[in-house]
């Protein structure tokens, strides 16, 4: 059976994921996982030693006190992150998933991803974390490493959940594209969503066949779908269309190139889940 692992923090998407989340198990019949992971930071660790040239008396007070407030701080916040989690797991039952399971976790957000997706068929995750009021503009600080490092498709959601009728696939003939028409023909997802399949460029023969084969893979697997070439550069083209015809949900390829070529040309990835104000299903 699909399993459905929905990654939380305190953000106000965290609401948002569960609405996805309970979407995606609805339309999969799927189990949902919900995982928050506590930073090392937020754990109980070894004290630091802050006496410097306090005598001895002095120091060992400071180091108890130090003791008691760093095991104060990793209480406090094991129970934010179970109050979270018990949140989550309401706000899936009331949306109709009818299992739900909740997992809090130490350490690491990679480790415990990598862990926990193994058993997974879509990843969800907010499309910003616990500073989005605060940095609208920027992407949550995890978001591109948690793509970057997953197998797993990622459903990467907008801050409020719309009902999700027409569909977007980003093609541009490469195998990210490729595997996420596979991927999407193989599954229920998007049964009865209308799919649009574009691709951004210079209309040839070549582009339409492409892009005209990958819609046919998905009308034979049962799908509503139709192909369209269009030219311009792919952020503005995509968005362009989104705006213009409705699209609730884009579906693409996720970080073809390395981070060193992101950091030297940019990342039509990143910048398209920046712009776009519907959620993506990412495919790397």
Not at 30 to 57: K, N
Not at 106 to 129: F, P, Q
Not at 159 to 175: E, V
Request: net charge neutral.
């Amino acid at each position: 059976m699909a399993k459905i692992t929905a990654l939380i923090d305190a953000s106000v998407y965290a609401a948002s994921v569960c609405d996805h989340a309970a979407w995606a198990a609805e339309r999969l019949a799927a189990p949902v996982e919900v995982l928050h992971v506590l930073g090392r930071r937020t754990a109980a660790s070894a004290p630091v030693d802050y006496s410097g040239s306090l005598g001895a008396d002095g120091r060992d007070a400071l180091l108890e006190e130090l003791v008691a407030f760093d095991r104060a701080h990793a209480q406090l916040a094991q129970k934010r992150g179970r109050l979270i989690l018990e949140q989550a797991k309401r706000r899936l039952t009331d949306a109709g998933a009818t299992e739900v399971t909740t997992r809090l976790r130490h350490g690491d957000l990679l480790e415990a991803v990598a862990e926990y997706e193994a058993g997974a068929d879509l990843l969800v995750i907010g499309k910003r974390g616990e500073a989005a009021d605060f940095a609208s503009l920027h992407l949550g600080s995890n978001l591109e490493r948690v793509v970057r490092s997953s197998t797993r498709p990622i459903l990467v959601t907008s801050r409020a959940f719309q009902p999700i009728r027409k569909a977007l696939i980003a093609f541009d003939d490469g195998a990210s594209a490729r595997k996420a028409v596979d991927a999407v023909a193989a599954t229920p997802l998007l049964h009865g969503v209308e799919i649009v399949v574009l691709r951004a460029g210079t209309p040839t023969p070549e582009t339409t066949a492409s892009v005209e084969a990958a819609a046919r893979r998905l009308r034979d697997a049962g799908l509503e779908a139709t192909a369209s070439v269009q030219p311009g550069q792919a952020d503005s083209v995509i968005a362009g269309v989104v705006e213009a015809e409705g699209i609730g949900l884009v579906v693409m390829g996720a970080y073809g190139h390395s981070r060193l070529r992101t950091l030297v040309i940019g990342s039509t990835t990143t910048e398209m889940i920046r712009s776009c104000k519907v959620p993506l299903l990412l495919f790397r």
